[in-house]
């Protein structure tokens, strides 16, 4: 079993065997391991549990505690406690909190963009313009602390954006608003509406066709207090996205922000799941039986290119940063599947050297892309 983020090729079992499974854990961005955005090395497995729906065991409530933990008002204002707030503390309408100033998404391209329309204050170190209060500027531990959910619980908006646009790649960033009740300005899964508990809880990016659209239906809302408070509505009578209550009901693990869980974390359902395939296949056996043949396939995990965004905010580009990496491991992932599919040695420098001298050759040839 192999963790997606901290994978590497030179530790597989080479030479495979035919009895050989090999099962994938990745939860985490692509831009923790651009491998596994690539049909050669997604079916080398035959197990999988990632962050996509196609996926065997699949994690894409990941973040969400549960439907009661995302509908409860415990750090709901109402719009005009939000207004009061707004005019003695200065707030802009808008927050944004981000330490991770380089992404896939080009998440604070977007967000310079959108500062040129309305003001957003930004906690954190990416384009910075307002300090978090003392206790909470420990990024990684106070993120999910009761004070950062009040703070955001103050603001009218809270931009959501992922460092990468994946088909259901969705964290805490989208759920957090929705939970302390602030609306999310949402960039990231193309699949995110699947999962909105309402028809009216969030501002999805992509319904635009520009950031300057974008800011100014935030700038209607914002002075427009009862269409603003439409999108809580939910709060109150519940989740109507029968599929999202769906996705919650039918697996079998947990998840909490505090880690304190009651039953099996997604680690162990996993794990749990690819040894009752394993067992299920032995028993077979011995009764004679043909066994399951299980293979993941790209859509498993698959995921697009990094992008740039242009004038209009509008993912056009391909990233300058992330770009070279994106290409270097699409070729990575063909010279490894060359020397697997075949049993032969893995040796990283040598695979990285072919990657290296494929990539040359089609850039003499002007047939890279």
């Known amino acids: 079993m192999f963790y997606g983020t901290t994978?590497?090729?030179?530790?597989?079992?080479?030479p495979r065997?035919?009895?050989?499974?090999?099962?994938?854990?990745?939860?985490?961005?692509?831009?923790?391991?651009?491998?596994?955005?690539?049909?050669?090395?997604?079916?080398?497995?035959?197990?999988?549990?990632?962050?996509?729906?196609?996926?065997?065991?699949?994690?894409?409530?990941?973040?969400?505690?549960?439907?009661?933990?995302?509908?409860?008002?415990?750090?709901?204002?109402?719009?005009?406690?939000?207004?009061?707030?707004?005019?003695?503390?200065?707030?802009?309408?808008?927050?944004?909190?981000?330490?991770?100033?380089s992404t896939g998404s080009d998440r604070d391209g977007f967000v310079q963009l959108l500062m040129q329309h309305i003001p957003v204050d930004s906690y954190g170190l990416c384009l910075h313009n307002r300090d978090l209060p003392q206790n909470?500027?420990?990024?990684?531990?106070?993120?999910?602390?009761?004070?950062?959910?009040?703070?955001?619980?103050?603001?009218?908006?809270?931009?959501?954006?992922?460092?990468?646009?994946?088909?259901?790649?969705?964290?805490?960033?989208?759920?957090?608003?929705?939970?302390?009740?602030?609306?999310?300005?949402?960039?990231?899964?193309?699949?995110?509406?699947?999962?909105?508990?309402?028809?009216?809880?969030?501002?999805?990016?992509?319904?635009?066709?520009?950031?300057?659209d974008i800011a100014n239906y935030i700038k209607y809302l914002d002075s427009h207090d009862e269409e603003y408070e439409k999108y809580f509505e939910w709060k109150k009578s519940g989740i109507s996205n029968q599929y999202l209550l769906k996705l919650l009901k039918q697996r079998d693990w947990e998840f909490d922000y505090t880690n304190d869980y009651t039953g099996m974390n997604f680690f162990e359902g996993f794990e749990c799941f690819v040894c009752k395939r394993v067992h299920e296949n032995l028993k077979r056996l011995k009764t004679g039986q043909e066994e399951f043949k299980f293979h993941a396939q790209l859509e498993h995990y698959g995921c697009p290119p990094p992008v740039k965004v242009d004038g209009k905010g509008q993912r056009t580009l391909e990233s300058d940063i992330f770009m070279d990496m994106f290409t270097k491991q699409k070729y990575i992932a063909k010279a490894l599947r060359y020397h697997i599919d075949r049993n032969l040695p893995v040796d990283g420098e040598q695979i990285k050297k072919i990657a290296d001298e494929m990539i040359e050759h089609l850039r003499r040839n002007k047939k890279l892309i």
Not at 7 to 14: G, M, S
Not at 34 to 62: A, G, I
Request: aromatic share 12%; glycine share 2%.
């Open 17 to 101: 065997k035919p009895h050989h499974e090999w099962a994938l854990l990745h939860d985490e961005s692509p831009t923790n391991n651009f491998l596994f955005s690539f049909e050669e090395v997604m079916t080398l497995f035959n197990h999988t549990s990632t962050f996509k729906r196609e996926s065997d065991y699949p994690l894409v409530t990941q973040f969400l505690k549960s439907s009661e933990w995302l509908t409860s008002t415990k750090h709901l204002l109402d719009v005009q406690e939000k207004n009061r707030f707004a005019e003695k503390l200065k707030l802009s309408p808008v927050m944004f909190t981000n330490s991770d100033c």
């Open 136 to 212: 909470l500027r420990d990024p990684l531990e106070n993120m999910l602390h009761e004070d950062f959910f009040r703070l955001i619980a103050k603001y009218k908006f809270a931009i959501a954006i992922e460092n990468a646009l994946c088909d259901d790649y969705v964290t805490e960033k989208f759920w957090r608003p929705l939970h302390v009740g602030t609306i999310p300005i949402v960039l990231g899964s193309p699949k995110i509406k699947d999962l909105l508990p309402s028809n009216r809880s969030a501002i999805i990016v992509d319904d635009y066709e520009s950031v300057e």
């Open 7 to 14: 994978f590497t090729y030179e530790d597989l079992p080479l």
